[in-house]
């Protein structure tokens, strides 16, 4: 029988993983969840993803309890990390989840601030994308300059959260509008 490392390290952590499931939560939710004495090996769901915070692009698993994440730990399937992950990748549940209840600061809707306002307003995302696209075209007409067919009016700065494939899109859309101004946070 052919093991992979992964089903290995399934079934050699199952013994451990009652006592680091609850990584991540403090004592009492551990101690609300244990005593419903659910069978946990059939309430915790595991899902594949990739940690969003830089274009190393690491596959992780994510074990969700309830409606909160209990563990996230590197995939050791995965060809990039196999397994491991940095501090950042690490702390990733906390995008979701603080102390084991939903993160108070994560934003969940888009929040606009109007130019000399220091007001944040919360706005459709219809509303934002539509803005967005006639600001940008209203600048790229006010800025273009024929003879070159580009502007300088309008910049793009990109992150390193940013895959292969964004970044291609995003290269190509701005090379369409004609943004010469195209940077990237590690450049800089
Ligand atoms: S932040 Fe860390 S864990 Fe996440 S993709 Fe980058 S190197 Fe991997």
């Given at each position: ?21 609850f990584n991540g939560l ?18 915790v769901t595991e899902s594949?993803t ?10 992780a698993?994510v074990s969700v309890y309830e409606d909160g994440i209990v563990k996230i ?19 990733m549940s906390q995008i979701h989840q603080?102390?084991g209840?939903p993160n ?85």
């Open positions: 029988m052919e093991i992979s490392r992964r089903s290995f390290l399934k079934a050699s952590g199952a013994t451990l993983g009652g006592l680091f499931l403090d004592d009492k939710a551990i101690m609300a969840r244990s005593l419903k004495k659910v069978p946990l090996q059939q309430k594949t990739i940690c969003c915070y830089c274009s190393v692009g690491c596959g698993i730990e590197g995939d050791p399937d995965h060809p990039i990390n196999e397994g491991a992950l940095c501090p950042k990748g690490l702390a603080l102390d209840k108070p600061y994560r934003l969940t809707k888009p929040l606009y601030r109007a130019p000399n306002s220091t007001e944040w307003e919360e706005k459709s995302w219809d509303w934002m994308l539509d803005t967005i696209a006639s600001r940008a075209k209203a600048t790229r007409d006010s800025t273009w300059v024929a003879s070159a067919g580009r502007t300088d009016g309008l910049a793009s700065f990109g992150g390193g959260e940013l895959d292969n494939e964004e970044c291609y899109l995003l290269s190509k859309m701005n090379r369409a509008l004609g943004v010469v101004y195209l940077e990237h946070c590690a450049r800089i």
